[in-house]
């Protein structure tokens, strides 16, 4: 065993190159060889570098029977391991050749290596007896002819090739004919006549040797007994029945029926049919013959792809003595039917894929393979539902699963792709494999807010911390990549307080997480009233993406000022005029001069006031508080003028002391007061008076005592010279109130004090209020019968900080004294117009005061008008 073993175990590499478009390498290994043996250098043969094999995998994908060799991790080589029986792995197959594939990682690749494991001569024939026992009539002619049952060797070619020889004697010889591949025939052949009565029993050795280096053999021996008598053996009408057979034929189908004669007569004549051997040996139970029709029957099922061929003996042998015997074949033919449905494997799977993988991207790897030949073992794929997904065929039988179009998680996350596989048989075999494709999330969705402009109320003097509004953006990606952040944008927004820019990060800010906006301070109405930011939501992918809202916070005025008292205008006399006496700012003490006989609805005085509140916090009204009941003074409720209620009488007495209440309309209402001395004088004093003061409109001081006035009207009477200058400072006096009288009662057209267009602001038919966008703006008009102000107020959007912003903010609008004709029906002057609940109040002491409705829709101011 040993010399011719030796060489079998050389490894014999065929091709270790790439097939030509295929991509595949080929080796050659003999059978039986040791494990360990290396077939080839696997790794260098598909071109990779040193280290590269075990750094990308390089490993073989089992198609499920045993190959038998593996690829070494280290060195990249293909080596046997375990061991290799061509016989087990093929059969008679030839070549015996074994498809691999060979995968890579890093990236996917498949490679396609055919593995031919080579034939040794490792079996020697085998007979299907140890003996064989044979009975001749003495009578048979020389040339007789027997058929022999030849031995099988499990090897293929050359190691299969089988000779004859026969033990030497006189009387037998061999004959041995092939005709083709699958019809051998071996005959013993009688070369002398027998003779019972000299040799009763002949026997031989029957040797079968095979074509291997060395050979191996094996042997029979034929016992032959010699018969007397009969000498006349059945004979067949064909000597060979050729019959073809589909695989679907069922159990008890007729095969053929053979037919013999016997020219003996009596019981030498009846024979009986019988089946001595098949080819293949092992299909015994296949079928079976009735002894007297010669009917062939089957008694198993056919298998295309396990023997395609059958080879059936049939001996006719008479009943004389000794029995003779003829023989002949029946050759059958199996059909192939479609009976073997295509099958599918999932040979290496990629998943997750990413949303964004390439079109092309393989996402696994699948065999199809089909037991069937012709058309019933081709098969077409195909894959459902037909998008996003593909198939290409990269080898046969073998297919990738490839992307054809883009994906998208957040629309389809996980695929279930069905591979369908069809044979060409009639009617078609199908079957089908599911592949489950999960698809992983990338960032290619930006956070999205609900609105893309937020409109929020805050009342002022909210408490630091509190809670103001809820923001929320929707990202439709997952985990982190869904996760969103929220930030107030740098840059994004503020607003001017006390001259000075501030950024809304240092009024608001946002959770990071919930998205709630929180007020940093406490917001104050007369600083800012109107703050435009923006907020940026950002996911937590990457790189991260983001979006933004625009957050409009108008902050919503609380009745947190209380009036405050103004200087006469033009510096006159008046209330908190400069070097006047007052007791703070919740109070004044204040006085004027009046005329005996001054007749009822004459204007004594004005109070001015002012609330820095807006809105309904701003509306003023004065009241008077003391005297009570019919004094001879009274108040205008909306305008604080002072005016004689009827004729003054010198039982008024010489001085009237006023308590006037200037109250707000917020809730609580906030008021102050102001205390106004009259002082009750001759017509030509109250002249004199009006004469000594600086400033238009009735005569107002501060009080100085009774006592001041007494002395100064006992000097005027004894003083002629002082009574002269009294005359000539009246006659300036009248000529000063001419004049004041024709500047103040000619028609004039209205002046806006601020540079640009400006917008009045006017109730509509539904009592609502609209705004303009521009600076507020103070209307001057013209004084007439009904006395009121208009203010025109607009949203103070801040403007970007900057230079600029400071060059182009305006200052803050004055407060005139402005008295016009209404446009529209005038109400009394002590009775306002009527309201409705959203229409805007009056503003009161002569335009001071700024009017805004509860909650300004868009963060517009309200327009009041008061009188002067």
């Known amino acids: 065993m040993g010399v011719w073993w030796a060489p079998a175990v ?95 990682e890093r990236p996917l690749r498949v490679f396609h290596v055919e593995l031919e494991v080579t034939d040794i001569n490792d079996n020697a024939p085998l007979f299907p007896a140890a003996r064989k026992n044979l009975s001749l009539s003495e009578n048979s002619p020389a040339g007789s002819r027997f058929p022999l049952e030849g031995a099988s060797d499990a090897d293929i070619g050359a190691n299969a090739q089988l000779s004859y020889a026969l033990s030497p004697n006189e009387h037998f010889t061999l004959d041995f004919k092939s005709s083709d591949e699958n019809r051998k025939s071996l005959f013993l052949v009688l070369a002398k006549p027998l003779d019972r009565e000299s040799v009763a029993v002949h026997r031989l050795v029957l ?64 024979f009986s049919y019988s089946i001595v051997s098949l080819d293949p040996a092992g299909n015994r139970d296949l079928f079976t013959i009735d002894p007297k029709t010669g009917e062939i029957r089957l008694t198993g099922a056919l298998d295309f792809e396990d023997v395609h061929l059958h080879e059936i ?76 997904f593909g198939l290409v065929a990269t080898f046969a039988g073998s297919y990738s699963l490839v992307l054809r179009e883009a994906l998208d998680r957040e629309r389809v996350a996980e695929y279930e792709v069905e591979v369908r596989a069809e044979d060409g048989g009639a009617p078609p075999l199908r079957a089908s494999r599911g592949v489950r494709v999960p698809v992983s999330d990338v960032n290619d969705n930006a956070p999205a807010f609900a609105q893309a402009v937020y409109t929020v109320l805050a009342r002022e003097n909210n408490a630091a911390g509190a809670e103001l509004a809820r923001l929320w953006a929707r990202d439709p990606d997952e985990a982190g990549n869904g996760r969103v952040s929220y930030s107030v944008a740098e840059g994004g927004g503020g607003a ?32 800012l009233q109107v703050l435009q930011f923006e907020v940026r939501a950002v996911d937590a992918g990457e790189p991260p993406l983001c979006g933004n809202a625009t957050v409009q916070l108008f902050v919503v005025d609380e009745n947190d000022n209380a009036p405050a008292l103004l200087p006469p205008a033009g510096g006159g006399p008046g209330p908190g005029a400069a070097g006047e006496a007052a007791s703070g700012p919740g109070s004044g003490a204040l006085w004027a001069w009046a005329a005996w006989g001054a007749p009822a609805g004459q204007v004594v005085a004005k ?82 008076a009006a004469a000594g003061s600086s400033g238009p409109g009735p005569g107002l001081r501060a009080a100085a005592g009774a006592e001041g006035d007494a002395a100064a009207a006992a000097a005027a009477s004894t003083n002629v010279w002082l009574v002269v200058a009294i005359c000539a400072v009246s006659s300036l006096f009248l000529l000063a109130v001419v004049l004041y009288g024709a ?10 004090s601020g540079p640009g267009p400006a917008t009045l602001v006017c109730a509509s038919e539904v009592g609502s209020w609209s705004y303009s966008q521009r600076q507020s703006r103070s209307l001057c008009v013209t004084d007439g019968a009904g006395k009121s102000d208009l203010m025109v107020f607009s949203p103070n959007f801040p403007p970007p900080p900057g230079p600029a912003a400071k060059e182009t903010q305006p200052e803050p609008p004055a407060l005139l004294d402005t008295v016009s004709a209404p446009p529209f029906p005038a109400p009394s002057r002590d009775t306002p117009a009527p ?20 909650v300004p829709e868009g963060g517009g101011r309200w327009a009041g008008a008061g009188g002067s």
Do not use: M
């Open 496 to 527: 001017v307080s006390g001259g000075v820019w501030r950024s809304a990060s240092s009024y608001v800010s946002v959770d990071a997480e919930s998205g709630r906006l929180w007020a940093l301070q406490p917001l104050d109405y007369e600083e």
């Open 743 to 752: 500047s103040r009662w000619a028609p004039r057209a209205a002046v806006l």
């Open 207 to 270: 040797t079968a040797s095979d074509g291997g280096r060395p050979p191996l053999t094996g042997t029979v021996e034929l016992v032959i007994s010699v018969l007397d008598a009969n000498d006349n053996a059945p004979q067949f009408n064909q000597s060979v029945y050729k019959v073809q057979l589909p695989e679907s034929a069922t159990e008890g189908t007729l095969v053929a029926r053979v037919n013999a004669t016997d020219p003996d007569e009596g019981i030498n004549k009846d």
């Open 835 to 854: 309201l409705s609940p959203l229409s805007p109040a009056p503003l009161a002491g002569g335009g001071g005061g700024r009017a805004q409705p509860p």
């Open 10 to 104: 050389r490894v014999l590499v065929l091709q270790a190159a790439w097939a030509l478009g295929g991509g595949q390498v080929r080796y050659s290994v003999p059978e039986e060889a040791k494990a360990g043996t290396v077939v080839g250098r696997l790794a260098q043969d598909l071109g990779l570098e040193a280290g590269e094999a075990e750094a990308r995998r390089l490993r073989l994908v089992a198609q499920g029977r045993r190959a038998s060799v593996e690829v070494s991790g280290a060195s990249g080589a293909l080596v046997v391991s375990s061991r290799l029986d061509r016989e087990e792995l093929c059969g008679k197959s030839a070549p015996c050749a074994l498809r691999l594939e060979v995968l890579v």
């Open 607 to 688: 109070i001015r006031a002012v609330d820095a509140d807006s809105g309904y916090n701003a509306w003023l009204r004065y009241e008077l508080w003391e005297p009570r009941g019919k004094g001879p003074f009274r108040v205008g409720l909306y305008s604080g003028e002072v005016s004689t209620a009827r004729a003054l009488e010198e039982a008024d007495g010489p001085r009237q002391r006023l308590v006037i209440v200037v109250r707000d309309h917020g809730e609580p209402a906030r008021s102050v007061t102001a205390t106004l001395s009259v002082s009750l004088v001759e017509g030509a004093e109250a002249a004199l």
């Open 313 to 388: 003996q049939i001996e006719a042998r008479d009943k004389g003595w000794p029995p003779l015997s003829g023989h002949c074949s029946v050759e059958l033919e199996v059909l192939d039917v479609n009976d073997n449905a295509p099958e599918v494997w999932v040979t290496s799977l990629s998943v997750p894929v990413p949303e964004d993988a390439a079109v092309g991207t393989v996402v696994a790897l699948l065999s199809v393979s089909d037991r069937d030949s012709g058309a019933n073992g081709r098969v077409r794929c195909a894959v459902w539902p037909a998008s996003p």
